[in-house]
């Protein structure tokens, strides 16, 4: 997608958080692929949450805004980027992504074009595989975690390693959310509260690629699936997934007679 000179000139300004512990090969890479954006971003904030590798010398070397967040896990480290953020725009991505060059072009343009979205999300292909291996396992990965963490919470889900959410949604329900749990997944858990309240689209195209470092190993498996379930469980106390269907199938005027 090339955006017109006339939408080009008026796209929102778009701040990159990404979350960062020991990464910081990976970290180099994912930062040059945003060098070479089409829509170049506002500002670019690496949050170093505890590295003890080169990282935060990384991010130095790149000229990109350094964040410190000492309270350990994706969570508050992400929280703390997004607090950071100047941008109209926060667009989310992960240390081990490469983006494609057109990637904050295309999150810019969807934002101007639909005023009333709240956050956007698209999949990712893991990178570092056999082609055909690659292709299916991604596939697999992406339909199974859209399919059903969108039905445990009655809307698309935000995918961590490729997100954009309006600033201002973000300032409105940022003290909801659960920055201080290490355990929770931080994707799902702002899906949850931004999902029922704000409009978040998925875009098929916008894919992102990702290392496949998350599925090496039984225990990488299980860990997430287990912070998946731990995520959901949490917020299900609150409002379990049943009432969050009737609430957004319900008909505004069939809630209000209910009141």
């Known amino acids: ?51 003890d590798d080169e990282s935060a010398e990384v991010a130095r070397r790149h000229g990109v805004r350094l964040v410190t967040e000492m309270m350990p896990g994706i969570p508050a480290a992400a929280a703390a980027g997004y607090d950071a953020a100047v941008g109209e725009i926060i667009a989310r991505c992960d240390a081990d992504c490469l983006l494609p060059t057109d990637w904050l072009q295309r999150i810019g343009l969807e934002f101007l074009q639909n005023p ?95 290392s496949a470092r998350a599925l090496h190993g039984r225990s990488q498996v299980r860990r997430r699936f287990r912070r998946a379930f731990h995520t959901l469980r949490t917020h299900w106390v609150a409002e379990p997934p049943w009432q969050r269907w009737q609430r957004r199938v319900m008909p505004a005027s069939t809630k209000s007679a209910a009141t």
């Not at 056999?130 to 697999?140: A, N």
């Not at 799902?188 to 704000?198: D, T, V």
Request: contains cysteine; aromatic residues 8%.
């Open 116 to 210: 009333d979205l709240g956050a956007l999300t698209g999949p990712g292909s893991f990178y570092g595989l056999p082609r055909f291996q690659g292709f299916l396992l991604s596939r697999l990965y992406m339909s199974s975690y859209f399919l059903a963490v969108g039905a445990a919470m009655a809307h698309f889900p935000l995918f961590g390693s490729n997100l954009a959410i309006r600033r201002s949604c973000w300032t409105a329900d940022s003290p909801t959310v659960h920055r201080s749990d290490p355990e929770m997944h931080d994707d799902i858990c702002l899906s949850l509260h931004l999902g029922l309240n704000y409009r978040i689209r998925y875009i098929g195209g916008l894919r992102v690629g990702m």
């Open 1 to 51: 997608m090339t955006a017109r000179g006339d939408e080009a000139a008026g796209l929102p300004s778009i701040s990159v958080v990404i979350p960062c512990r020991n990464d910081a090969e990976l970290l180099a890479k994912c930062l040059a692929s945003l060098g070479r954006q089409t829509h170049p971003p506002l500002e670019i904030i690496v949050v170093d949450n505890n590295s």
